[in-house]
């Protein structure tokens, strides 16, 4: 303000009245450093930590004056020296960040008791300013589109809205510039919005105000291809709504892949004879069981997902099964079951074959534990009733290879002569038997004379007569007499009938017959033996 003649008008105003209607901290300081008065807000910034750490006074005798520069550094010894200044009339005015966000000082020149002093005004942002300004930072920085709108009326009468705020993470989602949106109606931008309702959803967000989730696809004019966008739009104040999205188009198409790769294994699983399950470390409850175990052991609960072995089967048998998972993890390996018996609803207990394995997360933490399990109820009945089958087919032929050698027994009755008694019908295969036992028993006994006894054979065909016949003369071969005991009437006109010649082999009614016989051959074969060792000449001497 000027006089008429253009020198400046002066006016003065009381210290306290100024100070009092300054809303920052603001101090009088005498041209000395001395401050002489202040306002209640920089009362309060003196007896802080950060008006401590910021500006250059300090308090002695209940008084605060400036800080010598020598004690000083950075924001507060520039502060310190830009005041002295003023107060030295070096300036007129001194303007200083003092390195917080939102923090700066301020100097003017003005008389204080008739000097030269200096008015300094102090800012600082309050809490609600740097709150603002944190979220401010926050919706800078994220990842996420926002878009703010103003609902308003459009030129049609209809609701339109405006855009009024776009982030720069949108401006990167969109590819698009947030000043061709800002300060523009939606519908300035494009129909599409407002043809697939999304206008229409906002605008409900506007007056129900309630948050609601969007999805929403859009097409890339250029390329053709399609992209899908997950919209979160909530109320602002001030008719405004707050719009955050981001583009799940890759998300999707991974999801998508996932559940056909999921349905691609779980078909695998499903068709695979065996059963297959999958329990979580933790509780160890089902959270997968493939299609033949659901259908192989049904249980009242139905499905068995998310239950236990305790929900499922009894006390005992859920006992033993965890006993064997906790084994598993306690001893991180694949634990092999060759047979456990498991209860069924319908078909009974059921022998399964199986083999647990532990999975484990990046830590070593266990996550999971895959079964599986084959059902070998019918394979092991089957290798029981085989293994049965082969046990009472041993012991036939051991059955019968005793039977054999009870039906031909060598009983040697006296020194070199065996008997060897003939019970029932004979056959080819019984013949040949009696054939290697009668030339074993021979050799073994060093027997000189065998009466084969056929007291107990009914009767004789020509196999059975051709059989004995080999017999005997296997057995001249190694030098020992045969002889035929028993031979009844029925019998001899058999091998008569038959034209067999039995005219070399000698024979007898009866066994006590054939004794005698056998001990005059003997006493023969002595004489015979005796008289060729005396016809021999003496040996020299």
Same mark, same amino acid.
């Given at each position: 303000? +000027? ?7 002066? !006016?003065?105003?009381?210290? #306290?009245?100024?100070? /009092? ?5 603001? %101090? ?25 750490? $910021? ?20 924001? @507060?010894?520039? +502060? ?50 740097? *709150? ?10 994220? =990842? ?36 061709? !949106? ?8 494009? /129909? ?14 506007? *007056?129900? =105000? &309630? ?21 979160? @739009? ?10 955050? !999205?981001?583009?799940?188009? &890759? ?29 979580? %470390?933790? #509780?160890?409850?089902?959270? *997968?069981?493939? &299609? ?76 999971? $534990? ?14 029981? +009733? ?11 032929? &051991? ?7 009870? /039906? ?34 021979? =050799? ?17 065909? @020509? ?7 080999? @017999? ?15 031979? /009844? ?19 007898? %009614? ?10 005059? %051959? ?11 060792? =005396? ?7």
């Amino acid at each position: 303000m +000027a006089t008429p003649d253009g020198a400046p008008a002066s !006016f003065s105003i009381h210290p #306290d009245l100024l100070l /009092s209607v300054l809303d920052d901290a603001t %101090a009088l300081v005498d041209g000395r450093g001395r401050v002489r008065l202040t306002n209640p807000r920089m009362d309060r910034l003196f007896a802080s930590e950060e008006g401590t750490r $910021l500006l250059p006074f300090f308090e002695r005798q209940g008084a605060f004056r400036l800080l010598p520069t020598s004690v000083l550094e950075g924001a @507060a010894l520039a +502060a310190a020296r830009g005041i002295e200044d003023v107060l030295a009339g070096a300036r007129e005015r001194l303007e200083l960040d003092l390195g917080a966000p939102g923090s700066s000082l301020l100097a003017i020149a003005c008389a204080v008791d008739g000097g030269r002093g200096a008015l300094v005004r102090v800012r600082l942002r309050t809490a609600e300013e740097e *709150h603002r300004a944190r979220c401010a930072e926050v919706v800078e920085a994220m =990842q996420l589109g926002l878009y703010v709108y103003r609902l308003e009326d459009s030129q049609g009468g209809e609701a339109g809205l405006r855009c009024v705020y776009g982030n720069p993470a949108a401006e990167q989602l969109t590819q698009r510039p947030t000043a061709k !949106f800002v300060g523009k109606l939606l519908d300035e931008v494009s /129909s599409v919005p407002r043809q697939r309702g999304l206008i229409d959803r906002y605008v409900e967000v506007v *007056h129900e =105000q &309630k948050t609601v989730d969007i999805d929403y696809m859009t097409t890339d004019t250029k390329t053709g291809k399609d992209a899908a966008w997950a919209i979160k @739009a909530f109320p602002l104040s001030g008719q405004c709504i707050g719009s955050i !999205f981001e583009n799940v188009t &890759k998300q999707q198409e991974i999801e998508q892949s996932l559940r056909s790769t999921s349905q691609f294994l779980d078909s695998i699983l499903d068709n695979i004879p065996m059963m297959i399950f999958i329990k979580d %470390a933790k #509780d160890l409850r089902y959270i *997968h069981i493939n &299609k033949y175990m659901e259908e192989q052991f049904t249980s009242p609960i139905g499905s068995w997902l998310g239950h236990t072995d305790y929900d499922i089967f009894p006390t005992e048998t859920a006992d033993e099964f965890v006993a064997a998972d906790r084994t598993v993890f306690g001893g991180r390996t694949i634990v092999d079951i060759p047979e456990e018996s498991v209860p069924t609803y319908g078909t009974g207990v059921r022998i399964c074959h199986t083999r647990k394995i532990p999975l484990y997360d990046e830590a070593g933490e266990p996550l999971f $534990l895959i079964g599986m399990s084959e059902d070998i109820t019918d394979r092991k009945s089957a290798e029981d +009733a085989k293994r049965r089958e082969f046990v009472l087919l041993e012991t036939q032929t &051991k059955l019968m290879e005793l039977v054999r050698q009870l /039906s031909t027994p060598l009983l040697p009755l006296a020194k070199g002569v065996l008997v060897a008694p003939l019970v029932g019908q004979m056959d080819e295969a019984r013949g040949q038997h009696f054939m290697e036992a009668l030339l074993a028993g021979i =050799q073994h006994h060093q027997a000189e004379t065998v009466l084969i006894d056929i007291t107990g054979v009914p009767s004789i065909d @020509a196999s059975v007569a051709e059989q004995l016949l080999r @017999a005997t003369r296997a057995a001249g071969l190694l030098g020992t007499e045969t002889a035929l005991v028993g031979v /009844s009437p029925d019998v001899a006109r058999t091998i008569v009938d038959l034209g067999v010649d039995f005219g070399a082999l000698v024979t007898y %009614a009866d066994l006590r017959a054939g004794m005698r016989g056998a001990e005059e %051959a003997r006493r023969r074969r002595i004489a015979a033996r005796a008289g060729k060792g =005396q016809g021999r000449p003496s040996p020299r001497t």
